[in-house]
């Protein structure tokens, strides 16, 4: 069965430092990869993707995720964390041979930007 | 901004009543899926409809029902609320009907439905 996983309910980080938020996921074949930020009160808007090619996927706002096949991971990552970028990340995984075509969802994390 | 527009806002109903949310697609974008978002539960896939019609089911309960109409608007009707049903309910849009994989999924601003 299809999963993804985030470890970490809440991630804390000071303003200026690297941060990642961390993602794993289980698929029978090979996966397209999501990410999603939301901000309080808002709906959630898509960060980044992989599909197929360079491992290191760049997108908005300076985030970066890199695809890890042999960990199956896919963690976000930004080298220089912002008080702006506390927010909900959420990761989500469709495999590529799966006719459902749907994604599924992690819990999300929580990542708090301390000044 | 998106490009997916979600109404209302905020609903606030009694328990035993039906509601209907309206979603309107990102321009060019066939498939409409609905998302519902509480505290306890994160985000639930509830529906997908593609071009008009249904093309896969998450867990949505017997007592939901949606649809897409001819200009691709959806429409999810919630009906014999419960405490329970209270929640954000999100409609998020793509292009394809999410055969391509790389196929993003836009989200609206959601509907916040609070139910007394």
């Known amino acids: 069965a299809q999963s993804v996983a985030q470890p970490e309910d809440q991630v804390n980080v000071a303003e200026g430092n690297p941060l990642t938020v961390k993602c794993t996921y289980s698929?029978?074949?090979?996966?397209?990869l999501f990410w999603y930020v939301q901000y309080p009160n808002r709906g959630l808007q898509f960060l980044l993707k992989y599909i197929t090619g360079d491992n290191l996927v760049k997108g908005s706002y300076g985030f970066e995720a890199e695809f890890n096949k042999s960990q199956t991971s896919f963690h976000l990552k930004k080298p220089s964390a912002l008080v702006s970028d506390s927010a909900l990340y959420f990761c989500a995984v469709r495999d590529k041979t799966d006719s459902n075509y749907q994604l599924i969802w992690g819990a999300g994390t929580k990542l708090i930007i301390k000044p | 901004d998106s490009g997916v527009t979600q109404t209302p806002k905020h609903l606030i109903t009694a328990t035993g009543q039906r509601v209907t949310l309206r979603c309107s697609p990102r321009?060019?974008?066939?498939?409409v899926y609905w998302y519902q978002q509480s505290l306890d539960q994160g985000l639930q896939f509830l529906i997908q409809?593609?071009?008009?019609?249904?093309?896969a089911k998450g867990n949505i309960l017997e007592r939901f029902s949606a649809q897409q109409f001819p200009d691709l608007h959806s429409e999810l009707n919630l009906s014999s609320l419960e405490l329970g049903d209270s929640a954000l309910y999100f409609c998020?849009?793509?292009?394809?009907?999410?055969?391509?994989?790389?196929?993003?999924?836009?989200f609206g601003p959601g509907t916040r439905l609070t139910v007394l």
């Open positions: 998020a849009s793509s292009a394809l009907q999410g055969a391509s994989g790389g196929d993003t999924q836009y």
């Open positions: 409809y593609y071009n008009g019609e249904e093309r």
């Open positions: 698929v029978s074949g090979n996966p397209y």
């Open positions: 321009s060019g974008d066939l498939s």
